[in-house]
């Protein structure tokens, strides 16, 4: 008996056709999309920082951030210098720009470790935790929740800066707001119809 068909002994796998591993070789392709995510998460980066410096520069009185400052946020309040509700809307687009950040990085991590290859993380102290379980289903559960959370700092940027917005914008970001929620929510709960049932029947 040869040595491939003793019990234990590892199966030599088939090689795959060449039409068949073209195709799959084909999922290499979308590495420049991710780069270009990372370019993205770049100009985010630079972006902050912009904000963070024109912030810190209107705390000490720097009349030409504070102007900066107040046609980047389109606020409509009362002017004649830096206040709470400006300091408000500054770091809520401060938080913005993070969870939009924290959205590449599930988009560029997750969706390389799903559709390209293998990052081979398991035992690195620095894997994300919800890496290890991630899949096609997963991730578009998790994008979906971290876009809710990008629009509802959106929105609560809009409801604290309400004099500069129609009535008719604050409807219509609430009606998106709403919609997105539900959308999350059909797409988990179509994940877990998906999701086969455990031997216990739970």
């Avoid at 912030?55 to 980047?72: F, K």
């Avoid at 289903?137 to 500069?164: C, D, R, W, Y």
Wanted: proline letters at 5%.
């Amino acid at each position: 008996m040869s040595q491939s068909s003793e019990p234990g002994a590892p199966q030599a796998r088939p090689g795959m056709r060449p039409l068949p591993r073209l195709i799959f070789l084909t999922r290499w392709l979308q590495v420049p999309l991710y780069l270009g995510l990372i370019l993205a998460q770049c100009v985010y980066v630079f972006h902050f920082w912009v904000e963070l410096t024109h912030l810190i520069e209107a705390a000490v009185g720097h009349q030409q951030a504070i102007d900066i400052l107040v046609s980047s946020v389109g606020y409509r309040g009362p002017s004649g210098g830096l206040n709470e509700t400006m300091i408000m809307l500054v770091v809520l687009g401060l938080i913005d720009v993070v969870m939009i950040s924290n959205l590449l990085i599930m988009v560029i991590v997750g969706g390389y470790e799903t559709f390209v290859s293998r990052m081979n993380l398991e035992g690195h102290p620095d894997q994300p935790e919800w890496l290890s379980h991630v899949n096609a289903s997963v991730l578009k559960v998790k994008l979906a929740t971290a876009i809710i959370g990008i629009s509802s700092i959106h929105l609560l940027k809009t409801f604290i800066n309400a004099e500069a917005y129609d009535v008719k914008v604050l409807v219509a970001q609430t009606v998106i707001h709403l919609t997105f929620l539900l959308s999350a929510m059909a797409i988990a709960y179509t994940d877990r119809l998906m999701q086969p049932e455990t031997a216990d029947g739970h």
